[in-house]
T-cell receptor, first 111, second 114 residues
Framework: SQQGEEDPQALSIQEGENATMNCSYK?????LQWYRQNSGRGLVHLIL?????REKHSGRLRVTLDTSKKSSSLLITASRAADTASYFC???????????FGTGTQLKVEL | NAGVTQTPKFQVLKTGQSMTLQCAQD?????MYWYRQDPGMGLRLIYY???????DKGEVPNGYNVSRLNKREFSLRLESAAPSQTSVYFC?????????????FGSGTQLSVL
């Protein structure tokens, strides 16, 4: 069963706008990670937030984590056409870094 | 700077045929993983190897076997391919023991079973 569900499934915005993607999960986690996948390529790690952290920044990325609601959000500010990709959340529930991935959000940034 | 290398990139099999997907990493990582990606399902863990000499089942191990040949290489074998195994397969590695939990992925193998 999928541990993470992402919302929305697809998102289309204009270049320069912000994009927000949400992820919900079911059980307690050690950490939550976000990955990007360009079409036909492997996944690339973006950012990791630990269960005792509430917010983390990396460049134009901002991730929040609410363990009481079992949810996380990824904000991409000032989006660019190159941000067009699928974004996945993944979490480690039992250690050993066996990540469980969500179903992904397909982001399209139009010029 | 190869990272994680998977071969082959594409493969077409007939039902019942066998094949091995190869994966190698050059980052000296201890842990390696095999995932499959199906439309609308995200990635699902098939098998993983926490360290050289150990392997363990993930969420969807049926129909697959793995071998951790050495620290660099982790192969996935389909003994008797079925149409349900049509998918994109990704190998990944990480170095949890060094406090680095992020996964590094290969570029994937697109497998079709007819």
């Amino acid at each position: 069963s999928q541990q993470g569900e992402e919302d929305p499934q697809a998102l289309s915005i204009q270049e320069g706008e912000n994009a927000t993607m949400n992820c919900s999960y079911k059980t307690s986690i050690n950490n939550l990670q976000w990955y990007r996948q360009n079409s036909g390529r492997g996944l690339v790690h973006l950012i990791l937030i630990r269960s005792n952290e509430r917010e983390k920044h990396s460049g134009r990325l901002r991730v929040t984590l609410d363990t009481s609601k079992k949810s996380s959000s990824l904000l991409i500010t000032a989006s660019r056409a190159a941000d067009t990709a699928s974004y996945f959340c993944a979490n480690d529930t039992g250690g050993g870094n066996k990540l469980t991935f969500g179903t992904g959000t397909q982001l399209k940034v139009e010029l | 700077n190869a990272g994680v290398t998977q071969t082959p990139k594409f493969q077409v099999l007939k039902t019942g045929q066998s094949m091995t997907l190869q994966c190698a990493q050059d980052m000296n990582h201890n842990s390696m993983y095999w995932y499959r990606q199906d439309p609308g399902m995200g990635l699902r863990l098939i098998y993983y190897s926490a360290s050289e000499g150990t392997t363990d089942k993930g969420e969807v191990p049926n129909g697959y076997n793995v071998s951790r040949l050495n620290k660099r290489e982790f192969s996935l074998r389909l003994e008797s391919a079925a149409p349900s195994q049509t998918s994109v397969y990704f190998c990944a590695s990480s170095d949890v023991f060094q406090g680095n939990e992020k996964l590094f992925f290969g570029s994937g193998t697109q497998l079709s079973v007819l």
